[in-house]
Structure formats: structure tokens, C-alpha cells
């Protein structure tokens, strides 16, 4: 693709044209990338959208009342200092006759044929910079009117010829702003400039400070120059370039952001037919303010981020985010949004292998607790079954494989119970109860066991009968007993 340029400076903010081209040359070209190319093509097509998109960020910074919302807005004829005055002085007179006599070039509303002759005598001053009291030493008059006359007819100027000085061409270029029919920052934006100036920083508990907020401000500045007039908007860029570059070469010109300004703020800013009595406290402001533009030219003429992605989404089909807090949420997300997709496909996969690694683990369980199981019955099969049974929650085929515990062997270090076992000759088992059965069975000791055997449970016995269950017994202890002594002593 090539891309064609017009062939004028001040249409660098126009709409590029893409056509295909077959010639092989060309191909190899770098491509140029505008990146306010949506912001370009949805003020053309959209100018409705693209105005209302813009002035909400603007009211966002800059606090307007009604009435100065509606002059911005072209909604209200903009009321302007020094407009009822009854004052009639020599200098409104002057400047109102001079207007009357329209030009092709001065004296009329910008147009893209003014500007392309007007755009002569920027390119020269560009060459001539080193002057010393560029813009402040008046030039020939004579030289001009001639200069002047050759502008106005559209007839070609060879500026380099050495016919014309480089105050000659500043003059002028400060007479063909000043006979214009409003400033280049026009009549509507005057009130929204004036309170650029008041945005300044905050303290820590939120109170205004006599910091300026610079990049508030500049912020400000861009979104007003977005609704400019277009020809205004090309005009006042190439201007602000130029007087930037002339204060950089203050060191041979002595001239500075502040006096450039101090010779251009009545032509830029200014309302037209006012006086500096008529502006009384808001010359200062107004000043400071065109020497804020000069020195930040570089940055004002690019649309802000978040309105070039607005312009962006609002022509790929996306919702469009109409402020900077917007953009904030937008770019948290949208600019890694790369991110939350990785992560979503490595939980995903974290998951599958936590699945994985816990089914290998049950299976293993399981074929390691049928092996424990089928061991012969030993003390380490009884130990690695005990250490099964304190991991409760491990997932153990205790329940596909059930077990019973081995029989305990009872123990008993009363004499009644030795006498017991050896009298029987095996050992008495206890049988447990489970715990699902009713309520507080009665506790017997082990060496009653047989007789509640015959008797049934103890859960259904009277206490009057467990009594006499317990003097039985230890009837029958005394007399066995008793025999025993008998038997031992006739055998000594």
C-alpha cells in the first residue's frame, strides 16, 4: 500500500488514503502509521458523536457553567468582555475599518487557500530564525504592502530572493492573525481558556495549591484544540511551531516563550474589539496561558489515549468508553488481556493434573491396603492397619474392603480373674458393644460375663437382680476358693 499525503504542512492531521500499488518499488517503502486515525475519520464522519465525546472529557477537567457550556457548545452567542461596553476608543475603530477592506487573504475568514499562502511565510521564518527581535522590531512598510498585495492576488513569491527581510515577514504574518475576524482559539473557547489557568494541584488532604497541574492542563488544551475549526486547528499548529522553535534560539533572537507570547496572546486569544482595560485581571491568565502553549506545542496537537481508543472501539463494533476513568478500567484489563487467558488455561491444567495425581494416589491407596490386608496376621499388620485408621480422611478402600478388628485379648490383674483363668483354662472376651446401641447400658465387669450370658443383656436387667447376681458370684468365689486352699494344702 502507498500512502498519499495532500500537498500542503497543515492537512498532516487529515485522513490518510490508502490505494493499492502494483509497483514493486514502492513496496519496500515504510509504512507511516497515524495513530489518530480513528480519532480523524469519526470527527469527519460522526462530528455530532465526535463533539459530545469530547466535551464530556472536557467538562470532566474544567468546570463550566451553563451558559459557557452552551457558548462552547455553539448553543449561545459567547458573551465576551468589553462587548457592552458604551466605550467607543480609536484602537476598536481602527481595527473595525481595517476588517472592512477583505482581502482574498487578510481580512477574511480562514480558508485553505489563505492558509497555503500564509503557510509562505512561516516556511521563510523557519529559515530565518536567528534575527535578533524577531516579531517585536517592526519591518518596511513599504516592502509590506508590496508583499502584501502579491499574497492577497495569489500571485508566486520567491521570499528567498533577498528582496524581503525576515521582519518584513513577521510583521505581516502578525497582521494577516490580527485582521482576521476572531482569534484562532475563536470566540466560543475564550471562557474555557481562562479557566485552564486555575487548574492546579492538590495537597494531601485535598485542598487546592498555586501549583499549576501541568498535565491537567495539557490534557485541557488538547481536547479544546480536537473541536477547533479545522482551519483554525491547522493554522494555529503550524504557528505554535514556529514560536517554539523561536524560543529555542533565544539565545541569538532574545526572544523568549514570554515575549512571543506577549506579541501573539491579542492574536490568539484575545477577543477581537477589546483593549487590555477591558480584560483588567484576565491579561495575566491569558498571557501565561499562550506561554504554556508555546513552550508544550509538542504534545497539544495529539489526542489524548483514551479518545484515540474510544475512536477506535467505537468503529470495530466495541462499546465505547467515553472518559479517562474508562480507559483506566480498559487498559487494567484490556491491556493484558493476554493474561487472564494464560491463567485461565494454566488453572485449567493445574486442575486436570490435580485430578490425575489424586486418582493415582486412591488407586495407590487401595492396591497398598489390599496388600496390608492379605498379609498374615502379624504385630505389623496390626501397626500398618492402626496407621490406616488415623487418616480418617484419606481416601482408603476401607469401605469397598471391609475389615474387622482383630479379637483383643483381655486382660485382668485381679486375683478373682487369675483364679479364672486358671480354673477355665481360656481366656474371657469381652465382647464390645456398638455405640449405636440404647441408651447407658449397665457396666459389668469381665469376670461376670457367663453368668450374663445365661441372664441376657444387662440393658433389661432390675438392679435388684444384678445384686443378687453379685453375691452369687461371690459366693461361688469364696467357695472355689476355698477348695483350692484345701487342695493345696493336702498336697503339701
Known amino acids: 500500500y502507498c500512502i498519499f499525503f495532500p500537498s500542503f504542512p497543515f492537512f498532516s492531521d487529515a485522513i490518510c488514503s490508502f490505494v493499492i500499488c502494483n509497483d514493486s518499488s514502492l513496496r519496500s517503502q515504510p509504512i507511516i502509521f497515524n495513530p489518530d486515525f480513528f480519532v480523524e475519520k469519526l470527527r469527519h464522519e460522526k462530528p455530532e458523536v465526535f463533539t459530545e465525546l469530547v466535551v464530556s472529557n472536557i467538562t470532566r ?20 468582555p468589553g462587548a457592552n461596553s458604551t466605550a467607543s476608543g480609536f484602537f476598536r475603530s481602527l481595527m473595525s475599518l481595517k476588517r472592512k477592506e477583505k482581502g482574498v487573504v487578510f481580512g477574511s475568514p480562514l480558508t485553505e487557500e489563505g492558509i ?7 516556511e521563510y521564518l523557519h529559515k530565518n530564525l536567528r534575527a535578533e527581535g524577531l516579531f517585536r522590531v517592526p519591518g518596511n512598510s513599504i516592502r509590506q504592502q508590496i508583499l502584501k498585495d502579491a499574497l492577497n492576488s495569489g500571485t508566486d513569491i520567491d521570499l528567498d530572493s533577498g528582496e524581503f527581510h525576515s521582519n518584513d515577514v513577521a510583521t505581516l504574518l502578525k497582521m494577516f492573525l490580527g485582521e482576521l475576524p476572531e482569534p484562532l482559539l475563536t470566540h466560543k473557547h475564550f471562557h474555557a481558556h481562562l ?5 492546579t494541584l492538590f495537597d494531601e488532604k485535598g485542598n487546592k495549591t498555586s501549583t499549576p497541574d501541568k498535565e491537567r492542563q495539557i490534557e485541557a488544551l488538547q481536547l479544546l484544540f480536537l473541536i477547533l475549526p479545522a482551519p483554525n486547528r491547522s493554522l494555529l499548529k503550524l504557528l505554535l511551531d514556529l514560536l517554539y522553535q523561536t524560543a529555542k534560539k533565544q539565545d541569538k533572537n532574545k526572544m523568549s516563550a514570554h515575549n512571543l507570547a506577549l506579541m501573539f496572546a491579542p492574536h490568539i486569544l484575545w477577543p477581537r474589539n477589546v483593549t487590555a482595560n477591558d480584560l483588567q485581571e484576565n491579561i495575566t491568565k491569558l498571557n501565561n496561558g499562550v506561554t504554556f502553549m508555546i513552550k508544550h506545542s509538542q504534545k497539544l496537537f495529539k489526542a489524548p489515549v483514551y479518545i484515540r481508543e474510544c475512536a477506535r472501539l467505537h468503529y470495530l463494533g466495541s462499546r465505547a468508553h467515553t472518559s479517562k476513568d474508562d480507559l483506566d478500567l480498559l487498559t487494567s484489563s484490556g491491556s493484558k488481556e493476554l493474561q487472564p487467558l494464560k491463567s485461565q488455561k494454566r488453572s485449567r491444567l493445574d486442575s486436570c493434573h490435580q485430578e490425575e495425581t489424586q486418582q493415582r494416589t486412591e488407586e495407590a491407596l487401595k492396591e497398598l491396603f489390599r496388600h496390608v490386608h492379605n498379609m498374615p496376621d502379624s504385630a505389623k499388620k496390626k501397626k500398618l492397619i492402626r496407621q490406616f485408621n488415623k487418616h480418617p480422611t484419606a481416601l482408603t478402600p476401607g469401605s469397598d474392603v471391609p475389615t474387622s478388628p482383630a479379637p483383643r485379648r483381655t486382660r485382668s490383674r485381679s486375683f478373682s480373674g487369675l483364679i479364672k483363668r486358671k480354673v477355665l483354662g481360656t481366656p474371657v472376651i469381652l465382647e464390645r458393644k456398638s455405640r449405636d446401641t440404647t441408651p447407658e447400658p449397665v457396666r459389668v465387669s469381665k469376670e461376670n460375663v457367663q453368668l450374663l450370658q445365661k441372664c441376657g443383656s444387662p440393658a433389661h436387667m432390675s438392679q435388684a437382680k444384678l445384686k443378687s447376681l453379685e453375691g452369687q458370684k461371690e459366693e461361688s468365689c469364696r467357695r472355689m476358693r476355698a477348695r483350692l486352699l484345701s487342695k493345696d494344702s493336702s498336697s503339701l
Do not use: R
Open 61 to 80: 477537567l474544567i468546570d463550566l457553567p451553563g451558559a459557557e457550556l452552551a457558548q462552547l457548545m455553539g448553543e449561545e452567542d459567547p458573551k465576551l
Open 195 to 199: 479557566k485552564i489557568a486555575d487548574l
Open 116 to 122: 497555503a499562502q500564509v503557510s509562505q511565510l512561516i
